[in-house]
């Protein structure tokens, strides 16, 4: 096993932020939300980071502290599958891969620490972090069958009634086994009302090879918390404030 990698998702402009600045720029406590990501997934281990960068990618990468990382370009904004892909030739086929948004800076090394242990321990292919929370409105959902098995991931838009009542969240963050995820990669289409290419359609492709998709439920889903608008900024602010103390 060629050890930890990690893809950091960073191509956005995140217009919802109301700001020229891409997303993932933005500053808590003298740091950009990405540094954050980087720090968490280098304190779980990840020997070598790949930023997939897009919207003033040149910003982006003038902006963060750590330098010790490759970055790609998605040069359209396809979809989150599509950002992966640009990073196929960093992913390879050996060991395993986190892959993350640049905009979770309230992510720690120590869950993904407990991500990797667990996916380690089940022989998952690939383990979806996950989280139960009280408004699961508009995420995508974890489905488990009458024995907590995970079935499947739906994005809230495609779910039916039944599948709505799931609370538990899809974060957007995962550990793939990096040749199931190579693969995977090749067979995703953007059949969908976006046109885009959607990363958890892996999830299913995966499964059907006959390898085990898992998902890894956190208690408290503070972690997974993402940053879209600048209240979603001082929310997250305040935690890390908070835990600075």
């Known amino acids: 096993m060629s ?12 217009t919802r932020m109301k700001s020229d600045l891409p997303k993932v720029v933005h500053m808590i406590e003298d740091k950009c939300l990405v540094d954050y990501v980087i720090e968490a997934v280098k304190g779980a281990g990840a020997k070598e980071i790949c930023l997939v960068v897009g919207y003033q990618h040149d910003v982006v990468e003038a902006s963060i502290r750590h330098k010790d990382v490759t970055f790609v370009l998605q040069e359209e904004q396809l979809g989150t599958g599509h950002a992966v892909k640009c990073a196929k030739d960093f992913i390879g086929t050996d060991g395993e891969v986190m892959i993350l948004a640049g905009d979770t800076p309230l992510i720690t090394a120590e869950t993904l620490k407990r991500l990797v242990a667990y996916h380690r ?15 699961p409105t508009g995420y995508g959902r974890i489905i488990r069958d009458i024995d907590g098995n995970f079935v499947k991931n739906v994005e809230h838009k495609d ?10 969240i899809n974060s957007g963050m995962y550990l793939f086994d990096a040749e199931a995820l190579n693969h ?13 290419y959607y990363l958890p359609d892996t999830l299913e492709i995966i499964r059907k090879k006959g390898l085990k998709v898992d998902a890894f439920a956190l208690e408290n889903p503070e972690d997974i918390m993402g940053v879209n608008d600048k209240e979603q ?5 305040e935690v890390i404030k908070r835990r600075l103390q």
């Open 3 to 14: 050890g930890l990698k990690a893809v950091i998702l960073a191509a956005g402009k995140g």
């Open 121 to 135: 321990e089940k022989g998952n292919a690939v383990t979806a972090l996950s989280a139960m929370v009280d408004d």
């Open 159 to 168: 779910a039916n009634e039944k599948e709505r009542e799931s609370h538990e």
């Open 184 to 196: 995977a990669l090749e067979e995703i289409t953007p059949n969908n009302a976006q046109g885009e």
């Open 233 to 237: 900024l001082k929310a997250a602010e």
